[in-house]
């Protein structure tokens, strides 16, 4: 898909890009945002045990742990 830049285009395209991109948006089929929130919940709900910003990372498998402290003098 070709790059377009909008500072070329006249008024008229301009409008027609934008009628084009309202088309599309209309037919997109709208969830109710407690429906979408419910089953956001239920999906973090379901994933919990294996999720590790919940559970955290054990020290074995923290590649980021520190491997010795700082001495200053």
Known sequence: ???INV???????KAV?????????VK???WL???CCEEIKEYIQAGVEEDTLVKGIS???NPFKEKGGCVIC
């Open 17 to 25: 890009m934008e009628v084009n991109q309202l088309k599309i948006e």
């Open 28 to 30: 997109l089929e709208r």
């Open 1 to 3: 898909m070709p790059v």
């Open 7 to 13: 500072e070329d285009l006249t008024d008229k395209d």
């Open 59 to 61: 020290e074995e498998k």
């Open 33 to 35: 945002t407690s429906k």
